[in-house]
């Protein structure tokens, strides 16, 4: 996926119920969306049953796009998660 619009046109969309934390989006990122830390828990509460099950076994860690404003849409966090964790969703306002 190559950049279209630039920052801000595209939002990180991170599925916490497959997110194992293993930081692939934040060694990628160009531009430091990411962070890791613990899962917040309304996210953690709309997890299905699998989904907490996955959380409970990687201590509730999970990636947030904290910056996701500067998101360019480069798509490298979406290639280099290993669970398939991340979609690009354009922005909308
Ligand atoms: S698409 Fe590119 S710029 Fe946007 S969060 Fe992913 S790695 Fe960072």
């Given at each position: ?15 916490h ?26 996210d ?18 999970t ?31």
């Amino acid at each position: 996926m190559d950049a279209n619009g630039g920052p801000g046109s595209w939002l990180p969309v991170i599925d916490h119920g497959r997110c194992e934390a293993k930081r692939d989006c934040i060694r990628v990122c160009p531009v430091d969306v990411f962070d890791v830390r613990q899962i917040d828990e309304a996210d953690f509460a709309a997890l299905g049953a699998l989904g907490k099950l996955r959380s409970r076994a990687h201590r509730r860690v999970t990636s947030y796009a904290g910056r996701a404003a500067d998101c360019t849409g480069c798509g490298a966090c979406v290639t280099a998660c290993p669970e398939t964790a991340i979609e690009l969703v354009p922005r909308t306002l």
